[in-house]
């Protein structure tokens, strides 16, 4: 039989990782194209681009400390299956060329949205139990 708590952990301190690695990693300390190349088809400039991928950076890995620090409330996740699945969309309609390449949107967007839904009903078990 497994733990509940121990499984829980595993979700939540794996949510909060993405969100740091992806907030830190491609955003903040080494700008990668890609991030750049969605805000650009969507419109924006060079300047704009850049700055939306640094705010975006600072916004996930607020994240993953909401993740960590609300370890007990339900919306850290809740917000995490929602700007997932909202930003598989924006991929999808201004990058579609990104669902293509190895270790793409798609794949990391529905592992988080899985995991965040394990959480929550890891949670809502625990809870039961209690």
Not at 19 to 25: D, K, S
Not at 90 to 99: A, D, M, N, S
């Amino acid at each position: 039989m497994t733990s509940v708590p121990l499984n829980y952990a595993i979700c939540r301190l794996t949510v909060a990782f993405v969100w740091l690695y992806h907030g830190l990693v491609p955003k903040l300390l080494y700008l990668h194209e890609d991030e750049l190349a969605m805000s650009l088809a969507a419109g924006l400039s060079q300047t704009a681009a850049e700055t939306l991928a640094i705010l975006a950076g600072v916004a996930e890995i607020g994240m993953a400390f909401a993740v960590l620090f609300f370890w007990r409330q339900r919306w850290p996740l809740i917000l995490t299956v929602v700007a997932m699945l909202g930003l598989l969309v924006f991929v999808t309609v201004f990058q579609p060329e990104l669902l293509s390449g190895a270790f793409n949107p798609v794949t990391t967007n529905v592992a988080l949205i899985a995991l965040a839904i394990v959480g929550l009903n890891l949670q809502r078990s625990d809870q039961e139990e209690s």
